[in-house]
């Protein structure tokens, strides 16, 4: 974006943050907030704001005069009456020759399969439309699904159609052929018969499936020095260091979240990342739902440096530096009577009076209570997490452990140093790279870069012709998980036998065929690998065919969960002396929230998915607290050069509410340079500044103020909460004793012009609970795989034009330097008195007979009158013709039952009014009426917290009545008297009162 | 002082003023008049196919019933074309020589599917449902034509959504018991409306008219 185009559409406006912290310890500010922007209500943002769309958005641009405007005008309405003059062209129909039995054209197919992330799986059932795989969503009878898919689960099957993908083999950069890479291969490992394979490397990421390990195995028989070695830069090596610290061995943690009274997270984002985090969430909410003012809930504290969805849940926040968090927790494990050293004094923005309490309301949920320590802290915390978890007897309770469901858990930053060292010592001759993507991602001063040219012979297996693959000899384009063969493991160890459901679109090769080529194998199907293994696995099965069958169906292997395992604490982990207290600023590495580790960076639906706490899109940021930035004269969007471990990044800045003071946190996953067409040239890579020796957390960053501007593409300011109460939260004592608190000030019976409309039949609505939203986005991308939304880009966004049908606003509450966070997410409120329909000059926007806000885009002219008339901002235009009519490959990703939508059309959520049709036109057939729960909009089928509920709200009986009967219950804007069909739940706190008594005081 | 305009100019004023009302009224009327012809519509017109497939012949004459064929129609959606298997079902057997059939057993040869040209079309933002059209009772020949009198394909009626309508908002006209809705030479009884009725009892046939019924 150029500086002068944001110059013209009103740059954001500059904040004095020591005012606004004075502002808001004084009460002066409104309780509620959504930016810094809004917070200050500086002229220049309520201008900003006061428009729905900030200037520039027109692209006529402002200085248009009377003349030009009726030969536009003219223009329109001649071309809009053309078109409507058009033969329907000459189509053909093209049968079948044989017709598959199961194929019945204009009905889906859903087929079970699992995806996965750092090798473990989420069980899926995927959407087939005659062959064409369409939408992913989460398998209800996988215990790591239980029907929620994440964003980056449903995401992939764009990945899957994605033109930028690998097409054909590479040989030293021009086209090569399977047939030669084959012999060429052959020769470099006859090559190395002779050692026993001693230079050969095998690199690929976490492995969990049994078929592929067995594989592998089977070549490291017949090659027996040749090194298999696993590496992801989002590695889990301090979970399993810290099993190993605390128990001697590696094992899985598997958390049972619906158990837990008290849970205590350190640093740890349990509830929307890593294994089982589907799951987690669902325990979670379900913890967390009261059903009436008597009602019982969890509670949740939560330690953590960035903000994260899992701190916005919590009760209770504390604000701490990464590495300060294993003093936190040696604290807390010598107050539950823990022989451990103290750490170093906290410095940071610690109230003493936090451990004591926290302690004593953990022992007294002795057995019900939960301490989970997160992917980025030290293998210290982890077993300390461990060791609390002992003494507070919650093993076998809340948490137990099972054998590790990696096949062969192993510390991947030794194996990526080891990799390294033997490429720089000339030990290896052939390197070949399943997956994965070390040059860009291994630890930056491995300088794998230059050491992966000088191997001999190397080749890439990989989806995308990427960074590593321009430094290997041989680049082989991979199958897709939706094209391959395979099988993976859950968190709790469930097998899921991955099954394809299109044959590889461009010819690539499964990780299954990659070794049965390796194995002398060559061309043999990969369904039969994973069959015969699995056949001699279950040989006592009686008749394995049925056994097979019923497998893929489910799309789980049953009892392949790891049984809970005996483990006994390592004594001697008093004897661990305590890291060193951190000195200067600290740099804390995360996951991106949408890019995890780069891999899905050319993905549009995960680069535009606003990222859950500071909803930006398209870009990343170095995060830090206002009182850090203020210290060191920074404001959001000023680009600064972090120094740290010798090397220096170029990086935007982000002030963020709720950072922890002299942090900063960066995420992995962007700058790629090779990742295609949509992912290039995003972000900056803060891998770059990421050294071996702190893959996580360090200490020591220098920031320098460069003077820069780097323009960031939030959506959060494009609406503002103008002061009135959207999200209403109270907490559980309050609840109590003010049972309606959530509908104060709301009129029983108000007035209303509009005659009332009696519905007869059904009568659509949806209640979401903000009890149970941790604004993971996994909505935002269902819905955008199920209506066929487009993505629009950085610069669109920039001026407000993003289309998601459902947004997740995001609100914060109380101090600027320490405040709760709340989501919300907002659809189309299918109003029953619509401000949007009597505004539409052609009745484009009408209401249904089932109530249902029913937008009609072969009518609408696109005068965005509606838009303007929506009090709750859920319209979305399409400027201009965003939905892709072009790439031949994206054909295939459409949902044939929505209608892609053209240039000029307004569009919004619609209650998936597709779903409801089918399901409406089943039931009829079957001369019944629709049960309740059975048509699911894309929205709440992917929650995993389950937050959305739609239903008929004339049958009393049905969730959603049930739901909003609760006093609970309220409408957004409830004074326009729009009386919405989507009502929400307030959401409840739960805080421990002695914290909160000390608060107040 | 003496007028400007001649007093004729009161009449040139008039009749250009009615003048290009009633242009623009006939305008109207003759674009109307346009798109009912079968040039625009399609109706009556038959369609070259690649194979000269007789519907005459199949269901007039040997009485194939429709779902021999459009298998899903009862089930989904569309109401699916025969895949060539479904020809050579009965012409590997009669006609196994005939050249007019060459093309079929080509397809089934060289497993190439035969492309037919689409007779009956609907814009790609209609989503028609055949399922539940038979299952409240309308018959194929309703919004088909006389398709046992077609040797070779034609659109039986407009598909205009004003066509639609027609029936939507007033079923009783056009409905058939569920008994008769495949048969290709079903007549209407005298005592249609009363029938209709009956059955839109019976049916629990609903007069769906909001936009998302077929628009989404």
């Given at each position: 974006m150029e500086d002068n185009e944001r110059a013209r559409n009103g740059a954001r406006p500059e904040v004095a943050l020591s005012a606004l912290r004075k502002a808001t310890a004084q009460g002066q500010a409104p309780r509620f907030w959504r930016s810094l922007d809004e917070l200050a209500s500086t002229p220049e943002f309520q201008a900003h704001a006061e428009n729905e769309f900030p200037h520039g958005a027109n692209d006529l641009g402002a200085n248009l005069d009377r003349r030009e405007l009726l030969k536009v005008m003219a223009a329109s309405a001649a071309f809009a009456g053309l078109t409507g003059c058009t033969k329907l062209p000459a189509q053909q129909i093209v049968p079948y020759v044989r017709q598959p039995e199961q194929i019945i054209p204009g009905k889906p197919l859903f087929y079970a399969t699992a995806v996965t992330l750092g090798g473990v799986a989420t069980g899926v059932l995927v959407e087939s439309h005659m062959g064409r795989p369409t939408k992913i969503e989460g398998n209800p009878d996988h215990p790591g699904s239980l029907g929620a898919a994440d964003a980056f689960a449903q995401a992939s099957v764009l990945g899957l159609y994605d033109p930028d993908r690998s097409q054909a083999e590479v040989h030293d950069g021009r086209i090569g052929s399977w047939a030669k890479f084959q012999s060429e291969l052959a020769a470099a490992l006859d090559a190395q018969k002779q050692s026993g394979g001693a230079g050969i490397r095998i690199l690929t990421q976490t492995i969990t499936s049994p078929s592929l390990a067995a594989q592998l195995g089977k070549f490291l028989q017949a090659y027996p020095s040749a090194k298999w070695l696993q590496y992801e830069s989002i590695t889990r090596d301090t979970v399993r260091e810290g099993a190993k610290l605390a128990f001697g061995e590696y094992v899985n943690t598997v958390y049972r979240v619906e158990r837990a009274e008290v849970i205590l997270s350190l640093d740890s984002d349990f509830l929307s990342t890593g294994p089982g985090s589907l799951r987690y969430a669902r325990e979670f909410a379900r913890k967390r739902r009261v059903e009436d003012s008597q009602g019982k809930m969890n509670r949740l504290y939560a330690v953590e440096a960035t903000p994260m969805p899992t701190g916005a849940m919590a009760d209770h926040r504390l604000r701490l530096r990464a590495s300060e968090v294993e003093s936190f927790g040696r604290a807390l494990a010598r107050q539950v009577g823990l022989n451990v050293a103290a750490g170093p004094a906290i410095a940071s923005s610690y109230r003493s009076d936090w451990l004591p309490a926290l302690a004593r309301d953990l022992k007294l949920n002795s057995g019900a209570s939960l301490v989970i320590a997160g992917e980025q802290q030290p293998a210290m915390v982890h077993a300390l997490a461990h060791a609390i978890n002992g003494a507070l007897g919650n093993f076998g309770k809340t948490v137990y452990v099972t054998q590790p469901v990696e096949e062969f858990p192993a510390n991947q930053w030794e194996s990526i140093n080891e990799l390294a060292a033997g490429i720089r010592a000339g030990n290896v001759d052939v390197l070949l790279i399943l997956g994965g993507n070390p040059a860009y991602d291994a630890p930056a001063d491995l300088g794998i870069r230059e050491l992966l040219p000088t191997v001999k012979f190397s080749v890439r297996l990989g989806l995308y012709e990427d960074e590593t693959s321009a430094l290997c000899h041989w680049h082989i384009p991979q199958a897709h998980a939706l094209e391959s063969w395979g099988d993976a493991r859950a968190y709790d160890g469930t097998v899921t036998i991955i099954q394809p459901l299109i044959e590889p679109l461009y010819g690539g090769k499964s990780e299954h065929d990659f070794l049965a080529l390796l194995n002398g194998q060559a061309g043999k199907p990969s369904h039969d690998i994973v069959r015969e293994f699995w056949q001699a696995q279950k040989s006592a099965e009686p008749r394995f065919d049925a056994f097979w069958e019923k497998t893929l169906r489910d799309g789980v292997m049953s009892d392949t969960a790891f049984p809970p395992k005996q483990v006994t604490l390592k004594p001697g982990l008093g004897e661990q002396a305590p890291a060193p207290a951190p000195a200067g600023i600290e740099i804390v590495f995360r996951p991106d929230p949408t890019m995890w580790d780069g891999r899905f960076a050319n993905n549009g639906w995960l680069q535009e998915l606003p990222k859950p706490l500071t909803k930006l899109t398209w870009d990343t940021v170095a995060m830090l607290s206002p009182k850090t930035a203020e210290r060191l004269g920074l404001k959001s969007e000023d680009a600064v050069e972090l120094k740290y471990s010798g090397r220096s990044i170029e990086a935007p800045v982000w002030v963020m509410p709720g950072h922890a003071d002299e942090s900063v946190s960066v995420f992995l996953g962007y700058g790629r340079t090779r990742a295609g067409r949509v992912g290039n040239g995003a972000g900056f890579d803060a891998g770059w500044v990421r050294p071996l020796a702190t893959p996580w957390i360090g200490t020591g960053l220098a920031i320098q103020k460069t003077g820069k501007r780097w323009w960031l593409a939030a959506t959060q300011t494009h609406s503002t909460m103008e002061g009135r109460d959207l999200v209403r939260v109270g907490t559980l004592d309050e609840y109590r004793k003010n049972p309606n608190f959530a509908q104060a000030g709301a009129e029983k019976n108000p007035l209303s012009l509009y005659p009332p409309v009696k519905y007869d039949g059904y009568s659509w609505g949806m209640a979401v609970d903000l009890n149970a939203c941790t604004g993971c986005g996994a909505c935002v991308v269902a819905c955008q795989a199920e209506n066929n939304i487009a993505v629009v880009g950085k610069r669109e966004v920039l001026v407000?034009?993003?289309?998601?049908w459902i947004r997740i606003d995001r609100y914060f509450e109380g101090s600027l330097d320490d405040p709760n966070t709340y989501h919300e997410p907002v659809l189309c409120m299918h109003c029953e008195d619509a401000p949007c329909e009597v505004v539409c000059p052609v009745a484009a926007t009408v209401h249904s007979p089932e109530g249902l806000n029913e937008m009609i885009y072969n009518r609408c002219v696109g005068t965005r009158y509606c838009s303007n008339n929506c009090p709750y901002k859920v319209r979305r235009f399409n400027f201009r013709l965003y939905s892709d009519w072009e790439t031949p490959s994206l054909f295939g990703l459409r949902n044939p039952n929505v209608s892609v939508r053209s240039r000029g059309v307004m569009e919004k959520c619609t209650y998936c009014v597709q779903r409801i049709n089918a399901v409406k036109i089943e039931a009829e057939k079957q001369d019944r009426t629709v049960r309740d729960g059975e048509i699911v909009p894309a929205c709440q089928q992917s929650c995993p917290a389950e937050a959305l509920v739609f239903g008929n709200i004339n049958d009393p009986n049905s969730r959603v009545s049930k739901l909003k009967e609760k006093d609970l219950n309220y409408s957004l804007l409830e004074e326009l008297n729009t009386r919405p069909r989507t009502t929400y739940l307030a959401r409840l706190r739960n805080p421990n009162p002695e914290i909160e008594k000390a608060a107040s005081a | 002082m003496a007028q400007i305009f001649h007093r004729s100019t009161n009449t040139i004023a008039r009749v250009s003023i009615y003048g290009t009302l009633l242009l623009v009224l006939l305008l109207g009327y003759a674009v109307d008049v346009v798109n009912k012809t079968a040039y625009v519509t399609e109706v009556n017109i038959a369609r070259p196919q690649p194979v000269p497939f007789s519907h005459k012949h199949h269901v007039g004459e040997l009485g194939l019933d429709c779902r021999y064929c459009h298998t899903s129609v009862e089930e989904s959606s569309s109401a699916g074309m025969p895949p060539t298997q479904t020809c050579m079902a009965c012409h590997s057997q009669i006609w196994a020589q005939a050249e007019m059939l060459e093309p079929v057993r080509a397809s089934y040869r060289d497993s190439k599917p035969i492309a037919w040209t689409r007779v009956n079309a609907l814009p790609d933002f209609v989503y028609f449902n055949h399922s539940i059209h038979i299952a409240k009772g309308v018959g194929c020949t309703t919004c088909h034509g006389p398709v046992a009198q077609m040797n070779i394909t034609w659109r039986?009626?407009?598909?205009y959504m004003r066509w639609c309508l027609d029936c939507h908002n007033a079923p009783e006209q056009y409905l058939r018991p569920r008994s008769e809705v495949f048969k290709p030479f079903y007549e209407p009884p005298r005592n249609q409306l009363a029938l209709g009725q009956r059955l839109v009892k019976e049916y629990k046939v609903q007069r769906l008219t909001n936009c998302t019924a077929c628009h989404r």
């Open positions: 407000g034009r993003e289309m998601h | 039986g009626e407009t598909l």
